[in-house]
Nanobody, 120 residues
């Protein structure tokens, strides 16, 4: 089971740190990704990290503002979000990667999301 947490309401320019904790099985050998879905929009890729943590990938819209990391000993993946913008408002979910990196089809195990709301 994957459980995302850490969302909330923040003003533009603020920061949040999301966590995705896994229980019941280990994901230390899997690529992990964060996606988000805003109301009325498709779910979109945000960031991904390789199983060892040495490779990270970001959507252009968050590059330079968000940082993905992981602690395999804790079976947890993080998403540090800085300089938040109103357009970052969405439900953020984590997932386990199985094939590629950037599309929802590349992931097959999804956790419950956490709401992030950025006010202007």
């Amino acid at each position: 089971q994957l459980q995302a947490s850490g969302g909330g309401l923040v003003q533009a320019g603020g920061s949040l740190r999301l966590s995705c904790a896994a229980s019941g099985r280990t994901f230390s050998r899997s690529r992990m990704g964060w996606f988000r879905q805003a109301p009325g929009k498709e779910r979109e890729f945000v960031a991904a990290i390789s199983f060892g943590g040495s490779n990270t990938y970001y959507a252009d819209s968050v590059k330079g503002r968000f940082t993905i990391s992981r602690d395999n000993a804790k079976n947890t993946v993080y998403l540090q979000m800085d300089s938040l913008k109103p357009e970052d408002t969405a439900v953020y979910s984590c997932a386990v990667g199985v094939t590629g990196i950037f599309t929802t089809d590349d992931y097959d195990y999804w956790g419950q999301g956490t709401q992030v709301t950025v006010s202007s």
